[in-house]
């Protein structure tokens, strides 16, 4: 079977404009960028983008995301790749500090763990540089006076909202579930824990796609909001005990608990849409793997359920995943490119830590996209 990367990379347009650009200006020129993000086709586009800038990659990936055919890629571009795909989380740590061994300058990052890693053992030249995610946000915000370094999230763009978060990641999880499970949500009840921009998108998708669904949501604002939306917003034990699908889509560590799973039915089907594997807290639980990308949960009391994905993120875990739309991501990436760089040439500094992307950013990569786009029309 032929590679997709080419054409996946091809795809890019923005990635491939910028990456036009930085043929001439060499932002990244005598830099070592350092990144810990899911390593697969988009990703590729994405790091060939930073590599014409002149920037010396050390990639490693994520959680069970790894791509052995994006390596390949990578390796083959120039690109050093640390590790493989590893389930294991103090393998994972490793690979990270495998990456802060070469003391990158600049590092982008994908769930905090990288910078966090950085504070436990840092050098003096690195410069600031990028995270990717809500959980990432959220386990650095703690951590500013540490880092004193410009850090920009990416994902409170919001371009990052509506376009990759609302948009493709509920795309991509319904894709995920119909390509793991092959069922139909067709009247299906599924309910959705979280009602962030992902989680909106995770709700929306399946109810296109004729289930019922309801929302599970602690802020008293974002309950409102699915309640408008025309979600059934019941209490946690009704919403839980009448579902047949389960998507948690939080950030958040253990948002579903044992105590939780005594409430489903048995056959219910659970999946994580959140950047870490560890929303769904299965317990003392028995787990055995069935079909490819389904393992069955054995309750103490006997009742079965089924996790997707081992826990993962199930748009990127199963088999052939796909991962967010390349158009999602072409935007996405653009806005890593673009923060990376005004880290690197010190438009951005250290007041702008684990901030938003600039406005200014956004407003570029927002023109840049439509004019791009209408050319090709």
Excluded at 17 to 34: K, L, N, S, Y
Aim: charged fraction near 20%.
């Amino acid at each position: 079977m032929l590679s997709r990367i080419p054409w996946v990379v091809d795809s890019c347009g923005l990635l491939s404009a910028i990456g036009d650009e930085f043929d001439r200006t060499q932002p990244f020129a005598h830099m070592v960028i350092g990144t810990a993000i899911h390593l697969e086709p988009k990703t590729a586009a994405l790091l060939l983008t930073l590599s014409r800038g002149g920037a010396e990659i050390v990639a490693a990936g994520n959680l069970n995301s790894t791509q052995a055919e994006t390596v390949e890629f990578l390796s083959e571009h120039g690109i050093r790749v640390v590790g493989s795909t590893t389930t294991d989380h103090n393998t994972h740590l490793a690979e990270l500090d495998c990456v802060l061994d070469a003391e990158p300058h600049l590092l982008l990052d994908n769930g905090g763990e990288l910078f966090e890693r950085f504070l436990a053992r840092p050098y003096e030249r690195l410069l600031g540089g990028t995270e990717e995610t809500t959980s990432g946000r959220m386990r650095l915000e703690p951590l500013r006076a540490g880092l004193n370094r410009p850090v920009l999230v990416v994902n409170d763009s919001p371009i990052k909202q509506f376009a990759e978060n609302t948009r493709a990641v509920g795309l991509s999880v319904l894709e995920s579930f119909l390509r793991i499970t092959n069922r139909t949500p067709h009247g299906a009840r599924v309910t959705v824990l979280g009602y962030g921009a992902c989680g909106r998108g995770v709700a929306e998708c399946f109810r296109q796609a004729h289930a019922v669904v309801s929302v599970i949501e602690v802020d008293p604002v974002a309950r409102l909001r699915a309640h408008l939306d025309g979600f059934d917003v019941l209490d946690r034990a009704a919403a839980l005990s009448n579902a047949e699908v389960v998507v948690t889509v939080t950030g958040a560590r253990d948002v579903l608990l044992p105590k939780d799973l005594a409430l489903l039915k048995s056959d219910t089907i659970l999946a994580n849409a959140g950047h870490f594997p560890d929303e769904i807290n299965l317990g003392d639980a028995e787990v055995a793997p069935g079909a490819e990308g389904i393992d069955t949960v054995r309750l103490r009391d006997g009742k079965r359920l089924y996790l997707l994905g081992g826990g993962h993120m199930v748009n990127l875990a199963g088999p052939r995943a796909l991962g967010n739309s390349v158009e999602s991501m072409d935007l996405g990436f653009a806005l890593q490119s673009r923060c990376l760089e005004a880290v690197a040439t010190g438009a951005v500094g250290p007041d702008s830590c684990v901030v938003p992307v600039p406005t200014a950013i956004d407003d570029r990569v927002a023109t840049d996209y439509v004019a791009l786009r209408s050319t090709r029309g």
